[in-house]
């Protein structure tokens, strides 16, 4: 399994940034996937999920600023986020599901992360 993320980078409050994640060594299309992030100093925070038919769940404090998307046929899924705020600072990483019909916070494999700082 091998999972790499890209677009994250440094972005006033207010701005939107979209992360990707390309996906390798597993059958993505049937996988459930999720972003999760982790802020300086705090334990890893689930974001958001998507299973292999494209329904997607978000944390309850993200829902309307996040949204996660899949592209099967490219082995990407996708995290657009808008209104970003300093509290969004973290690392971010993309994450394959455990079980497509089980908790979309339960992880096998993550990437490296890439990191998004919210700032003016």
């Known amino acids: 399994v091998q999972l790499v993320e890209s677009g994250g980078g440094l972005v006033q409050p207010g701005g939107s940034l979209k992360l990707s994640c390309a996906a390798s060594?597993?059958?993505?299309?049937?996988?459930?996937m999720s972003w999760a992030r982790q802020a300086p100093g705090k334990g890893l925070q689930w974001v958001s999920g998507?299973?292999?038919?494209?329904?997607?769940f978000h944390a309850d404090i993200l829902k309307g600023r996040f949204i996660i998307s899949r592209d099967n046929a490219k082995n990407m899924v996708y995290l657009q986020m808008n209104n970003l705020k300093p509290e969004d600072t973290a690392v971010y990483y993309c994450?394959?599901?455990?079980?497509?019909?089980?908790?979309?916070?339960?992880?096998?494999?993550r990437g490296q992360g890439t990191q998004v700082t919210v700032s003016s």
């Open positions: 060594g597993f059958t993505f299309s049937r996988s459930a």
């Open positions: 998507i299973r292999s038919d494209g329904s997607a």
């Open positions: 994450a394959k599901v455990e079980s497509n019909y089980g908790s979309l916070s339960e992880f096998t494999s």
